[in-house]
């Protein structure tokens, strides 16, 4: 009876569902906690090229990690006061924002009714609001700037990070079963995620760069905030520009109406075309090897667990579960559901090798 229990408890699939859940669970409600470790180790992915590069020109470990740290806080430091202000008026005024939006749509109706429609008011504005864009994109600057503003602890938690890079190794050479396997696959992980994540800023801070140019140019107001979202929202890969674009698109539409709105757009569109599909495509082409529906299904997922940290985080995230996943003979097909096409038939060239081999 005792061996029929304790099978069924190890086997059974009920079994695994339920630690999952209690583990989404665990994550969900501990999201204050975690959102903060899990920018830390962003940031200490993100700037550990710059730390190797000075490690490779002979600069001492410690040394480099000091430098390198520093100078992301002094940026950090020098953009927060401003972007905070600006994010500051921008939430005080967006009531007359919103207000200005429903005036826009109110004689749009009006309009395209002079010419035979019917269309009613209220019933447009209930199911469509506008206005609801901008509010969304005010909490997200507002919450990732709340992050920010914890400075001092996201710089000193990546800072211990990137000082236990070395022991690391040697920890998990003792504690895990089989070190080597499990070493390589953390070391696949680290690389694919520090390639995706680097990618990704760099373009990032392109794109939010020439936006917030453009839209400097164009005189709109809060050009650094609307470069900040488009940097922050490219790291969501395939919907993040959209994204982005629809409050910007909105703003411009209440300060230029639609000539602004035509100019701008244009100039999005281009900025977007060249990153997302000539740049990006080139680069993470073997970096991310997720399929599409794992990735939308992750910015869901995490979104929702994890707040918009999450939706930031999601793909990495993914990818190191993906790579684990590869790496267990019984999860393998778990791996092979989450990859793209070309990752499966590699897989299916690598089954089909075996089957020919002589036993």
Known sequence: MTNNLTRYTKMHPLFYVAAGIIVIAGLKIGAPIINPVLMAVFFSVIIYHPIDWLKRKGVNGTLSIIIVVFGLAIVLFGMGGAVTRSIIQFSQNLPYYKNELHEITRSSITLLNGYGLNISTETVSDNLNAGSALGYASKFLTGVGGLLGQITLLV???????????????????????????????????????????????????????????????????????GILVWLMRYIPNIGSVIAAIPIMLFVLIQDGLTGVLYVGIAYGIINFILGQIIEPKFLAKGMNLSTL???????????????????????????????????????????????EESAKEALNQKATKKEQPE
């Open 294 to 340: 794992a990735v939308f299904l992750s910015l869901v997922f995490w979104g929702w667990v994890l707040g918009d940290v999450g939706l930031l985080l999601a793909v990495p995230i993914t990818m190191g579960m993906k790579i684990s996943l590869e790496a267990r003979e019984n999860s393998r097909w778990i791996a092979v559901m989450l990859g793209s």
């Open 156 to 226: 000193l938690v990546a800072a211990f990070i990137l000082g236990e890079t070395n022991s690391f190794p040697i920890k998990l050479k003792v504690v895990l079963k089989d070190p080597e396997v499990s070493l390589d696959n953390i070391t696949i992980i680290s690389k694919n995620i520090r390639y995706y994540l680097g990618v990704k800023t760099i373009t990032g801070l392109i794109g939010g760069t020439t936006v917030a140019i453009v839209l400097f140019i164009m005189k709109v107001e809060y050009a650094i905030i609307w």
